[in-house]
């Protein structure tokens, strides 16, 4: 087990364990963290995981853990590292399981004091009109055909159906497709699991908000954004579902053979992986890339069933009612990227396992329309605490590879969170702190507050370090859980 004594306090919220800290590291170990967070990643495997993948082949400068660090299977959950593409590996431990697990944010055009003698009303619609729960499916069967586009299209297949807009695509990440998806590396077993849970939220942390914007830190950027203080906004939080984690499943599988023709030594059996450059290297990331394509087109039409349901109660009342898409943006992904390294510019594909991209401004990925500023970024909290609109920054390309937190972060593992709390005394102490919650007893058990990290505390690790900066600060008025 790693000591606090075995870091190096680099900055003052920056730590370092040394790659001559383990023989087979090939670069350091780094962490983003305050005390109190620190101590808390001690207590479980999440550094371990760190250490292990700073030991595989082609991985650059040091891989990372952002505040909101936790245990999770094979790279920890809040990891990011580069692997050089020329010489590198891929490794679907270090993506996870729910590849583009992600979250988007849509303004309104309402105050939140507007919706809130109607939040029963909205919860209870919305609860029963998004589908939600493990293995549940929606109201869309995709044929074998509309499959495959839904896999290599992505959210531009759901607009091309009608549900969206060409400017919801240009506010979502990689325009909700990305690139070198191919729908034949994905196993007739993930085609099937996703056939009919296009539309539907799932479970575990997944969630459907609206919020209030409580607090705003910089004015210029949340008026590029449209956020303002007391304004209602709409937050969307799911992935792809049971067809993301089978190609995880499937390609963990593949890989395990990959690592023995390639002679790939491994400190742990969960990042089994193969050489970017291999077949099996590239058929995942095909793979990986449909499955966020899925996952993207899932949000998508989420975002159309919640427009439709919230607009049919809106609408009579409130002339010009509207949602607007700030920003989607993905939390388990790798994707090739290029950053100076050694002083050379470098390709690099970064995994990012429950961390967030924070591209800075001028970045040409970004829309039109935030280039001057950066990337929104979306931190959401729990269904009892705040969520953070942040943006990206230049300086965290050199110290994070553009990226960030993703989320407050467990401290505990579902089944304790469980024992801890019922699912009703859950919703009732929610309702009496104003916050209306819809969702399975179970459920609101194993995603109670207790059970997660101060969201306050993360984001102003990330904030200070210069990874994100912060811009406005949203809390709970109703959620519906998966």
Same mark, same amino acid.
């Given at each position: 087990?790693?000591?606090?004594?075995?870091?190096?306090? #680099?900055?003052?919220?920056?730590?370092?364990?040394?790659?001559?800290?383990?023989?087979?590291?090939?670069?350091?170990?780094?962490?983003?963290?305050?005390?109190?967070?620190?101590?808390?990643?001690?207590?479980?495997?999440?550094?371990?995981?760190?250490?292990?993948?700073?030991?595989?082949?082609?991985?650059?400068?040091?891989?990372?853990?952002?505040?909101?660090?936790?245990?999770?299977?094979?790279?920890?959950?809040?990891?990011?590292?580069?692997?050089?593409?020329?010489?590198?590996?891929?490794?679907?431990?270090?993506?996870?399981?729910? #590849?583009?697990?992600?979250?988007?944010?849509?303004?309104?055009?309402?105050?939140?004091?507007?919706?809130?003698?109607?939040?029963?009303?909205?919860?209870?619609?919305?609860?029963?009109?998004?589908?939600?729960?493990?293995?549940?499916?929606?109201?869309?069967?995709?044929?074998?055909?509309?499959?495959?586009?839904?896999?290599?299209?992505?959210?531009?297949?759901?607009?091309?159906?009608?549900?969206?807009?060409?400017?919801?695509?240009?506010?979502?990440?990689?325009?909700?497709?990305?690139?070198?998806?191919?729908?034949?590396? @994905?196993?007739?077993?993930?085609?099937?699991?996703?056939?009919?849970?296009?539309?539907?939220?799932?479970?575990?942390?997944?969630?459907?908000?609206?919020?209030?914007?409580?607090?705003?830190?910089?004015?210029?950027?949340?008026?590029?954004?449209?956020?303002?203080?007391?304004?209602?906004?709409?937050?969307?939080?799911?992935?792809?579902?049971?067809?993301?984690?089978?190609?995880?499943?499937?390609?963990?599988?593949?890989?395990?053979?990959?690592?023995?023709?390639?002679?790939?030594?491994?400190?742990?059996?969960?990042?089994?992986?193969?050489? @970017?450059?291999?077949?099996?290297?590239?058929?995942?990331?095909?793979?990986?890339?449909?499955?966020?394509?899925?996952?993207?087109?899932?949000?998508?039409? @989420?975002?159309?069933?919640?427009?439709?349901?919230?607009?049919?109660?809106?609408?009579?009342? !409130?002339?010009? !009612?509207?949602?607007?898409?700030?920003?989607? #943006?993905?939390?388990?992904?790798?994707?090739?990227?290029?950053?100076?390294?050694?002083?050379?510019?470098?390709?690099?594909?970064?995994?990012?396992?429950?961390?967030?991209?924070?591209?800075?401004?001028?970045?040409?990925?970004?829309?039109?329309?935030?280039?001057?500023?950066?990337?929104?970024?979306?931190?959401?909290?729990?269904?009892?605490?705040?969520?953070?609109?942040?943006?990206?920054?230049?300086?965290?390309?050199?110290?994070?590879?553009?990226?960030?937190?993703?989320?407050?972060?467990?401290?505990?593992?579902?089944?304790?969170?469980?024992?801890?709390?019922?699912?009703?005394?859950?919703?009732?102490?929610?309702?009496?702190?104003?916050?209306?919650?819809?969702?399975?007893?179970?459920?609101?058990?194993?995603?109670?507050?207790?059970?997660?990290?101060?969201?306050?505390?993360?984001?102003?690790?990330?904030?200070?370090?210069?990874?994100?900066?912060?811009?406005?600060?949203?809390?709970?008025?109703?959620?519906?859980?998966?």
């Amino acid at each position: 087990m790693v000591n606090k004594k075995d870091l190096k306090r #680099i900055e003052e919220h920056l730590w370092e364990l040394p790659q001559g800290y383990r023989s087979d590291m090939r670069v350091p170990a780094r962490i983003y963290a305050d005390d109190v967070l620190l101590e808390a990643a001690l207590q479980d495997r999440s550094i371990e995981q760190l250490i292990n993948t700073a030991c595989l082949p082609g991985v650059q400068k040091y891989t990372l853990a952002m505040p909101d660090i936790h245990q999770g299977y094979g790279m920890p959950i809040g990891g990011v590292t580069a692997m050089r593409t020329k010489d590198g590996v891929i490794s679907p431990g270090a993506v996870g399981y729910d #590849i583009n697990c992600g979250v988007r944010l849509l303004r309104s055009n309402l105050e939140a004091e507007q919706v809130k003698p109607l939040m029963d009303e909205l919860i209870n619609a919305l609860h029963y009109g998004v589908p939600s729960g493990v293995g549940r499916g929606g109201s869309i069967r995709l044929s074998r055909p509309d499959m495959d586009k839904v896999l290599e299209r992505g959210a531009g297949w759901a607009v091309s159906k009608g549900y969206g807009t060409a400017d919801d695509l240009e506010h979502t990440e990689e325009r909700g497709a990305l690139a070198g998806a191919r729908a034949s590396a @994905i196993s007739p077993r993930a085609k099937k699991r996703g056939s009919n849970q296009l539309g539907t939220l799932g479970a575990g942390n997944h969630f459907v908000e609206i919020g209030e914007v409580v607090e705003v830190y910089d004015e210029a950027v949340a008026q590029q954004f449209g956020v303002y203080p007391g304004q209602a906004v709409l937050w969307i939080h799911t992935g792809s579902r049971g067809l993301g984690h089978q190609v995880c499943t499937d390609y963990i599988n593949a890989h395990r053979s990959a690592v023995a023709k390639y002679g790939i030594r491994l400190p742990d059996r969960d990042l089994v992986c193969a050489p @970017i450059n291999s077949p099996e290297g590239q058929d995942y990331m095909a793979a990986m890339a449909c499955a966020a394509n899925y996952a993207w087109a899932n949000r998508q039409l @989420i975002l159309h069933l919640t427009r439709t349901i919230l607009n049919e109660i809106l609408a009579p009342r !409130f002339k010009h !009612f509207h949602l607007t898409l700030i920003y989607d #943006i993905a939390h388990n992904i790798a994707k090739a990227e290029e950053y100076v390294i050694d002083g050379r510019p470098t390709k690099v594909i970064v995994h990012r396992k429950g961390a967030t991209r924070s591209f800075g401004p001028q970045n040409p990925k970004l829309p039109v329309d935030y280039r001057a500023v950066g990337q929104p970024v979306l931190v959401p909290g729990d269904m009892g605490t705040a969520s953070y609109l942040l943006v990206g920054t230049t300086e965290a390309a050199e110290k994070s590879f553009s990226s960030t937190c993703h989320g407050a972060g467990r401290v505990m593992s579902r089944r304790a969170a469980k024992k801890k709390a019922r699912g009703e005394d859950v919703q009732r102490r929610l309702a009496e702190a104003g916050i209306t919650v819809r969702g399975p007893w179970k459920g609101l058990a194993e995603e109670a507050p207790h059970a997660y990290k101060d969201i306050d505390r993360v984001v102003n690790v990330v904030h200070k370090a210069g990874l994100a900066r912060k811009v406005a600060k949203m809390v709970p008025l109703g959620v519906i859980k998966g």
